[in-house]
């Protein structure tokens, strides 16, 4: 029988699974009444799994379906809450909705990045289909090159006599491809322009967020109001964009290592985070922080027009307190994956 | 003086959320859960066991007790990586520290295997990584080794202290000494100055 003293002795090795199985009975006996050692006991868990973390490999990709059959055997799933999914195809079907009612002599006008409307619609043929076809699922396979604005070049040239009903056709054909793939609860995707992969949440939401900004830029292009999504698709987007900002901060060279920002998104859909400014070992968090560097409180409509580059930094109404230098740098990087 | 409440990282709301979701039998959570973590589950238990289609079974294994059980992982002691870690960790070690996964080993370097992480947990992997390293290496020589050859080669404090011809007690202490340090030099951000 070992004494507490000689039980704590112990936390190290429990906590890298070095202990026989007597010992791991009386180290979480003692858990169970110590407080304290739990505490310590965890810290070290987390220690030990961060030393585990430097080896991180992806698996064959065949795992995940045997997975998900075997996760399918022991345990009946249950449809519903997929708030991605959701998001996806509300933002696809308003805007096919809205080009489907575009006039001819609508299709010359200029958007807010260059392209005329038509060739907005074709920029989003050349997107949508870049991504089914990351997915597995091509639909434009004679389109080669992935990187955005060739694609884009290729296929305006390719549809140039075509009437525009027909790029919206192409459009839509993949994202069907899309959605299909996507309600299967299937995989990453592989974007071989840009070299890295994302989750299946992550490009829908990605994808929606690019056709609510496209579809903005219609809207205003012709002088209509702009349309600003449900609150729980903002949210969706609010949440990946901010959690995003570490990357983003890196990506652009603005990091600050060891400090940290409170960003209060206000209004419908939005919500807090606290964010660090550096990508780490510290991730993003839900809520405030008293300790954070800096709060800021802005729109959650306008941190997204920030996103997604259609609002510039400087323009942008917000409030701050602690240290107001640092909400440059989070302004100026929060565009950084405008693009995807 | 490092306050170990605060080394365990919170817990998202996106991990509660999840969790509910996995109760609710909601495959799609399965998969997000996945998605995230896999890369970190399966290069751990590979680095361990040294053999791809058994870090492959214990991959499935981790995240099929998530599903089957969503309910054991409890938000108020740690983050999801934590959790699924230790998990993953444990089988791991379990078998490795049967005879037969021994042999795999032999394997080990005849079949690595090469594959992208996803992009968060790359980005993240690849500092903590860094700085892992880097707080490891501040480590005196003598803590470095017990806890890689514990950690790593699956060894029992005992085994460590047959391998380094060390005191018991000795090796005990090298291991909570050595993970303290690591907890404390990446809580503060810059491994070295921990403590």
């Known amino acids: 029988m070992m004494d507490d003293t000689a039980t704590r002795e112990l936390l190290g090795a429990y906590a890298l699974d070095a202990c026989d199985d007597d010992e791991v009975g009386a180290v979480e006996a003692l858990l169970a009444r110590d407080p304290e050692a739990r505490r310590e006991a965890d810290e070290l868990r987390n220690a030990a799994a961060l030393l585990g973390a430097t080896h991180a490999v992806l698996p064959s990709p065949g795992l995940r379906d045997a997975l998900l059959s075997r996760a399918r055997r022991v345990r009946p799933t249950a449809a519903g809450g997929d708030p991605a999914l959701a998001l ?25 990045n260059g392209l005329t409307i038509r060739e907005l619609v074709v920029h989003m043929a050349a997107m949508e289909s870049a991504f089914a076809a990351s997915a597995g699922v091509p639909t434009l396979p ?21 009437p525009v009903s027909e790029a919206r056709d192409l459009w839509r054909h993949s994202v069907d491809a899309l959605r299909a793939w996507a309600a299967e609860g299937s995989g990453r995707l592989e974007l071989p322009g840009v070299g890295f992969s994302m989750s299946r949440h992550s ?48 990506f652009k060279g603005r990091t600050h290592e060891g400090k940290k920002a409170t960003l209060e998104l206000t209004g419908d859909g939005g919500g807090t985070w606290t964010v660090p400014l550096d990508i780490g070992v510290d991730r993003p968090v839900d ?6 560097d ?36 989070l302004f100026v990087a929060a565009p950084a994956f405008a693009t995807l | 003086m490092v306050d170990p409440a605060a080394a365990v990282a919170p817990t998202s709301e996106w991990e509660r959320a999840v969790r509910e979701r996995l109760v609710g039998g909601d495959e799609h959570a399965l998969c997000e859960c996945y998605d995230q973590y896999s890369s970190f589950v399966y290069g751990l238990a590979f680095r361990v ?18 599903w089957e059980r969503p309910e054991a992982f409890d938000p108020g002691r740690g ?20 005879e037969e996964a021994r042999r795999r080993r032999a394997a080990r370097d005849a079949a690595q295997p090469t594959c992208t992480p996803d992009v968060e947990e790359m980005a993240f992997a690849l500092v903590a990584a860094e700085r892992v390293r880097a707080a490891l290496a501040t480590l005196p020589a003598e803590q470095r080794e017990a806890i890689d050859l514990a950690y790593f080669g699956g060894k029992t404090y005992r085994e460590v202290a047959v391998a380094l011809g060390i005191p018991e007690g000795t090796a005990k202490s ?19 100055e921990g403590r």
Request: glycine residues 6%; charged residues 30%.
């Open chain 1, 287 to 292: 809520g405030a922080d008293p300790a954070a």
């Open chain 1, 142 to 162: 004679e389109l080669t090159t992935f990187d955005i604005e060739a694609r884009t070049r290729q296929l305006v040239e390719q549809m140039r006599d075509r």
């Open chain 2, 79 to 98: 983050v999801l990586r934590t959790w699924l870690g230790t998990l993953a960790h444990r089988r791991a070690v379990d078998l490795v520290r049967r």
């Open chain 1, 294 to 329: 800096v709060h800021v409180r802005l729109d959650v409509v306008e941190w997204c027009r920030l996103a997604s580059e259609r609002l510039e930094p400087a323009a942008v109404v917000f409030e701050a307190s602690g240290d107001v230098t640092l909400v440059e740098d």
């Open chain 1, 88 to 112: 996806y195809e509300f933002q696809t079907d308003r805007f096919e909705a809205l080009v489907g009612g575009l006039q001819a002599e609508d299709l010359g006008v200029e958007t807010y």
């Open chain 2, 49 to 66: 066991i040294g053999d791809t289609r058994a870090a492959e079974d214990v991959t499935q294994d981790v995240f099929l007790h998530l």
């Open chain 1, 203 to 250: 490009a829908l939401a990605a994808r929606a967020f690019e056709t609510w900004t496209h579809d903005d830029d219609i809207r205003r292009a012709l002088g209509r109001p702009l349309v600003v999504p449900p609150p729980e698709h903002l949210h969706v987007m609010a949440e990946m964009s901010t959690r995003s900002l570490p990357l983003a901060l890196a």
């Open chain 2, 174 to 192: 090298r291991l909570r000494l050595g993970l303290r340090r690591i907890a404390g030099a990446l809580e503060a951000g810059r491994p070295g």
